[in-house]
């Protein structure tokens, strides 16, 4: 069992910054993938990234390529979402995951955190 819980959401305008940040319960964080998806009013959760167990290889959806950075820190039982360039499309709920797949498929993710907001003014 894993329990996760995402901070760092708020009002930003665009172009500005966020770093999202998931904390993770429990001893088995490294064992997992981790990623991040967002969900709009009135659209469906959307994959951003993934990282996976040890950090070495990520993955981005093509609208956030560049602009977002995902990392881990497995000591601090930890994965982070750095948002740069921020644009008001960017704006959704974030939610961090974990699967035991390296995947960008919702349905493979077998832990949720509640989420965070992120809105970003024009």
């Known amino acids: 069992q894993v329990q996760l819980v995402e901070s760092g959401g708020g009002l930003v305008q665009a172009g500005g910054s966020l770093r999202l940040s998931c904390a993770a319960s429990g001893r088995t964080f490294s064992s997992y993938s981790m990623g991040w998806f967002r969900q709009a009013p009135g659209k469906e959760r959307e994959f951003v990234g993934c990282?996976?167990?040890?950090?070495?290889?990520?993955t981005y959806v093509n609208s956030v390529k560049g602009r977002f950075t995902i990392s881990r820190d497995n000591a601090k039982n930890t994965v982070y979402l750095q948002m740069n360039s921020l644009k008001p499309e960017d704006t959704a709920v974030y939610y961090c995951?974990?699967?035991?797949?390296?995947?960008?498929?919702?349905?493979?993710?077998?832990?949720w955190g509640q989420g965070t907001q992120v809105t970003v003014s024009s």
């Open positions: 995951a974990a699967s035991n797949l390296y995947t960008n498929n919702y349905g493979d993710y077998d832990y």
């Open positions: 990282i996976s167990r040890s950090g070495d290889s990520t």
